[in-house]
T-cell receptor, first 112, second 112 residues
């Protein structure tokens, strides 16, 4: 079945550091890929998405590129802020589109 | 304003109580979802509804009973819960399958 693997956290960075959170997946076909973010005390919010191979999703300074050859969708940001502290989830839909398979989440902590 | 509102935000109940969680979406979406988020476990999909018809039940115990009276409202009825059911319960909606899901802020449930 489909699966998503994320690097385990927590990831602790200083403000303005470069961020990479790895995500790899196994799936049938070429599904859309999503990154969600969960801030403390809130639900998940869609951060960015990519719908086909080589697409780059971007939002709020975050980027991720759909790499079919390595089945990866790594999240990157060039300069993190304290306000980026949250849990980040990589996800993909199943073939029927009625379920999302989530990775285990990666907690990011950014220190001033 | 997330567009998906969950009430109550916090709920403490005994194992013999009966309570209900409510979810309301103001986005005109046709699909709604219940998730369970426990500490140190991946996000678990519980139920999926499309146009008020249940299309997915992920082997959830019968002590959880969903209800979708219309496309804007989703309930989760709870009875005789166990301590391991303590978790954050998240509701989500999407315009249709394959589209990104929009999440509420969740109900934090504690079973005494």
């Amino acid at each position: 079945g489909d699966s998503v693997t994320q690097m385990e956290g927590p990831v602790t960075l200083s403000e303005e550091a470069f961020l990479t959170i790895n995500c790899t997946y196994t799936a049938t076909g070429y599904p859309s890929l999503f990154w969600y973010v969960q801030y403390p005390g809130e639900g998940l919010q869609l951060l960015l998405k990519a719908t086909k191979a080589d697409d780059k999703g971007s939002n709020k300074g975050f980027e991720a590129t759909y790499r079919k050859e390595t089945t990866s969708f790594h999240l990157e940001k060039g300069s993190v802020q304290v306000s980026d502290s949250a849990v980040y989830f990589c996800a993909l839909p199943n073939n029927a589109g009625n379920m999302l398979t989530f990775g285990g989440g990666t907690r990011l902590m950014v220190k001033p | 304003e997330t567009g998906v509102t969950q009430t109550p935000r916090h709920l403490v109940m005994g194992m013999t109580n009966k309570k209900s969680l409510k979810c309301e979406q103001h986005l005109g979406h046709n699909a709604m979802y219940w998730y369970k988020q426990s500490a140190k476990k991946p996000l678990e999909l519980m139920f999926v509804y499309s146009l008020e018809e249940r299309v997915e039940n992920n082997s959830v115990p019968s002590r959880f009973s969903p209800e979708c009276p219309n496309s804007s409202h989703l309930f989760l009825h709870l009875h005789t819960l166990q301590p391991e059911d303590s978790a954050l319960y998240l509701c989500a909606s999407s315009h249709r399958f394959y589209q990104p899901q929009h999440f509420g802020d969740g109900t934090r449930l504690s079973i005494l």
